[in-house]
Each structure stands twice: as structure tokens, then as C-alpha cells.
């Protein structure tokens, strides 16, 4: 009962809302460009062109036929009958018609309840507990709704090219007087930024002085 009434009917229903709302409501054209934005490419035409004609034309013929199969054939159940030794198919009662559509109806319930929650502005999720996160062109952009932050969770938000650099002037690994020159490279030998020292101007030492 649960398969087909509550995990068959609705998923369908669910699916085929989903592809009218970013084909035709949301717009086909601005969900494309919302993914060449985040994948960095366009996606081929043939989504395109799926997603807007042919995939709705296509659910829509499988839900129609999905509920004309349900007129026809009156929900019921397999079961065994002992006295004729075969398997028949029995009607359920009238409660198990009334689990039935409740099934149906509470697997599809959220959608208008959501629905009218979101257009009539019935719940205010304007907290102070909650961040809201937008994608604008390629980049996410967390709003917070306190605006007052710890300083140091701003720090452990910056990313390692915005940290400053260390004063290497003041730092503890000072050149000695006698000791030799080091020249700083900024570029690894694997192409990547970083801070490499090339030993330059120092005698010939075995390795294991080094």
C-alpha cells in the first residue's frame, strides 16, 4: 500500500512540478546560465531543449497514464487463499481506501502548504539565529542577519592569499653576523606560490650539515 500509493503517484507529481518550475516559471535560459556560471561551461543544447519540451510532455503522458491504471484497477492486494491453493487479487476495505488517499495526500501536502506559507509571508524566518546564503555569478554570498561578528571568525573566514604576510624582518630566524647570504625565491619549482630559499653564496658542505 505504501509502494504504490505513497512512494509512486506523488513522486510523479513532485518531479513533473519541479521541471515546470525551473523550465517555464523559473526560465529555462536563466537556469543555464546558473550552471555555465557555476561549472564554468555551458551544458549542451540537448538539455535544453529536454528540459523544456520534451521531459514535461513526457511525465505529463506517464501521470495521465498512471492515474487512468489506477481507474481501472481498483487498489487492492495479492493474497493467498488457502482453500483454492492460488494467489487472488482482493479489493481493500473501505478504511484501507481511506489510508490509500490519505497516503497520497499526505506525501503531496507540503507542496501547496509551502506554497501558501511562502506567498503570504505566514512565517517570519527573518531571526537573528539564521544566515541566508545567495548565489550571485559564480560566487556565494553569505548575508548574516547579526551584523555584529567576532573578529575572529572574520580571520578564519579569509582565504590564505588575503592573510597578511609575516614581517620576516622581525621574525626569530635572523641572519647572524659570519652567516651566509640567503636569496628568497617566491616561485616553487612546481609553478605553485610559495616561498623557497636558494642557497646562494654558501661554501660546499656535505649533506649532512644541511
Given at each position: 500500500m505504501f509502494d504504490d500509493?505513497?512512494a509512486?503517484?506523488?513522486?510523479?507529481v513532485?518531479?513533473?512540478?519541479?521541471?515546470?518550475?525551473?523550465?517555464w516559471i523559473?526560465g529555462?535560459?536563466?537556469f543555464?546560465d546558473?550552471?555555465?556560471?557555476?561549472l564554468g561551461?555551458?551544458p549542451?543544447?540537448y538539455y535544453y531543449y529536454?528540459?523544456?519540451y520534451i521531459s514535461?510532455?513526457?511525465?505529463?503522458?506517464?501521470?495521465i497514464?498512471?492515474?487512468?491504471?489506477m481507474?481501472?484497477?481498483?487498489?487492492?492486494?495479492?493474497?493467498w487463499i488457502?482453500e483454492?491453493?492460488t494467489?487472488e487479487r482482493l479489493s481493500?476495505?473501505?478504511w484501507g481506501?481511506?489510508?490509500?488517499?490519505?497516503?497520497?495526500a499526505v506525501?503531496?501536502?507540503?507542496?501547496p502548504?509551502?506554497f501558501i506559507?511562502?506567498?503570504?509571508?505566514?512565517?517570519?524566518?527573518n531571526?537573528?539565529?539564521?544566515?541566508?546564503?545567495?548565489?550571485k555569478?559564480?560566487?556565494?554570498?553569505?548575508e548574516?542577519?547579526?551584523?555584529?561578528e567576532?573578529d575572529?571568525s572574520l580571520?578564519?573566514?579569509?582565504?590564505?592569499?588575503e592573510?597578511?604576510?609575516?614581517?620576516?624582518?622581525?621574525?626569530?630566524?635572523?641572519?647572524?653576523?659570519?652567516?651566509?647570504?640567503?636569496?628568497?625565491?617566491?616561485?616553487?619549482p612546481?609553478?605553485?606560490y610559495?616561498?623557497g630559499?636558494?642557497?646562494?653564496?654558501?661554501?660546499?658542505?656535505?649533506?649532512?650539515?644541511?
Open positions: 500509493y505513497s509512486t503517484l506523488p513522486l510523479l513532485v518531479v513533473i512540478l519541479e521541471n515546470i518550475t525551473i523550465s523559473y529555462i535560459d536563466k543555464m546558473d550552471l555555465r556560471d557555476m561551461f555551458t549542451l543544447k529536454m528540459w523544456k514535461p510532455i513526457l511525465l505529463s503522458i506517464l501521470f497514464a498512471s492515474v487512468v491504471q481507474g481501472f484497477t481498483p487498489p487492492g492486494y495479492y493474497a488457502a483454492k491453493a494467489e481493500y476495505p473501505t481506501l481511506v489510508v490509500c488517499v490519505s497516503l497520497i506525501a503531496l501536502l507540503p507542496v502548504l509551502v506559507v511562502r506567498f503570504f509571508n505566514l512565517i517570519d524566518d531571526t537573528g539565529s539564521l544566515a541566508s546564503v545567495s548565489y555569478r559564480g560566487r556565494i554570498i553569505k548574516l542577519s547579526n551584523p555584529e567576532d575572529a580571520i578564519h573566514e579569509k582565504i590564505q592569499s592573510m597578511p604576510s609575516p614581517n620576516i624582518g622581525n621574525s626569530i630566524y635572523r641572519k647572524q653576523s659570519g652567516s651566509p647570504t640567503l636569496k628568497v625565491d617566491c616561485t616553487a612546481n609553478g605553485r610559495g616561498i630559499y636558494l642557497m646562494a653564496d654558501m661554501p660546499d658542505m656535505p649533506e649532512s650539515d644541511l
